[in-house]
């Protein structure tokens, strides 16, 4: 199939993990030609505003900021509402507009100017470890960094900031659980390795995780793994994302921007022409 063709994808069935924004994606997907299974392989679930968030925005209102990271757009913006919700938002921003506000990517500072406040630098390649080296090359000692965390609690990345001397003050927003209708999850997988879906496309690392958790819980891994490397294409819509899939030592593809739009491009790319 020629990929310049008004709809590359005709022919060709695509998975959809993804929850958020799933709409979107399917939209970009279908106008293709591709036709689309839709089965969220996460579920994501906002922490009450009275328990843990509630604490940790305390915790940051308790003394000066030196830096705030910001990971993602979503956990940003609803980190400020809730704030607004129990009547704390209009101190929180005042408080981090004295700190040195960082984003991990393009959506993360739109959230960031959506609440009024300024970046001062942003990862070009949306990366936490670039975000991290950003932060390592700064004298650390004694500075209260507080981070934006998202379904994965950083461990790694908060552990680094503490060994060089940060207080660090995780915010964590939603967490991630089994999706609401998992048997809509096992049929994709069922499908995946019957040879019915052409490619599976993961718009988060929650998502891509759960997808092979279920597949190895259920014994289904090992013919997952036979089905991707039969060709069944893997996209992942950035480097983050595709953590997990890279750690079970699946092959997949990412597009130079991490942008759904590019994922479905790419997608359409190497489906047409069986590469």
Sequence with gaps: MDSTAPEPLRGFTVGITAERK???LASLLTRRGARVVHAPAMHTVPLPQDGELAASTREVLAGDVDFVVASTGMGFRGWMEAADETGSGEALRRHLATATLLARGSKATGAIHGAGLRTEWSAPS?????VLR????????GRRVVVQVHGDPMLSFRQRLTE????????????????LEPHKLDDLI???VAGEVHALTFTSAPAAANLLTRAERDGRFESLRTAVLDGV?????????AAPVEKAGLPYVTPERSRTSSLVRLLAERLSSGS
């Excluded at 003050?169 to 089994?178: L, N």
């Design 190 to 192: 069922d499908r995946t």
């Design 22 to 24: 799933a709409d979107e």
């Design 134 to 141: 950003y932060l390592l090359d700064h004298e650390l000692g």
């Design 233 to 241: 294409l893997l996209g992942c819509v950035g480097p983050v994302t």
């Design 126 to 130: 949306e990366e936490s470890a670039e």
């Design 164 to 179: 060089a001397g940060a207080e660090v003050i995780p915010v964590m927003v939603y967490r991630w659980t089994d999706p």
